[in-house]
């Protein structure tokens, strides 16, 4: 079993995944915690260059399956790399989206399914799963909203608020199935989001 602890981040672009990651960098370091910020796809020379691949929007013929296989490659690729040997000495590991992501969009929303997703998440991360994982749970229209003025859209974010509901229902269905994913209501201001994700990390920090 692994000794450090693994929290993850979920919710749909714009939520404010990123905003409290760092608020929780902030304080792991003001309490003096061992702990790596690691993003999904990414985190490794080669989940980088996955990453870019699924964000390119020139890449608009991939079909959903391809989709698939490649957020897996980049995610056995950094639960190998990085996240299992981090947990092992101890570390805490915070990740920016993980396999629930996969659950959401490409199970749910792309309708590729629940069992081949839940399989071949098993397999990328030989069964590691998160400790704690917060979904900051908002509407898409709000999402939206606040990614405006960030810059151009990249290829997912493209698909528009139709298919963020979507991707927002898959992540509703993944929490009422499993305890581990917190439902955490993410329309309020920042501090309030994360004074309740500290209620929940306090008894395990
Ligand atoms: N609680 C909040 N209330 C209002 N605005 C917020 C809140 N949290 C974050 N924001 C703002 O909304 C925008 C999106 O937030 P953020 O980048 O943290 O979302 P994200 O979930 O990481 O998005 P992505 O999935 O695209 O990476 C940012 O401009 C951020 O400053
Ligand atoms: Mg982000």
Redesign the pocket.
Known sequence: MSKGLFIT?E???????????ELLSDKLKELGKDYIVVREPGGTVVGEKIRNILLDKKNDSMVPLAELLLYEAARAQITEEVIRPSLEKGIIVIC??FFDSTTAYQGYARELGADLTDMLNKTATAGLKPDITFL?DLDSIT?LK??T??GEEDRL?ALGTSFQDKVREGYLKAASEDPRIRKID?????E??FEEIMRWLSETL
């Open positions: 981040f919710g749909i672009d714009g939520c404010g995944k990123s905003t409290q990651l920016d989206r900051l999402a606040r990614r003025g960030r974010e993410a329309s309020r201001t920042p309030e989001i």
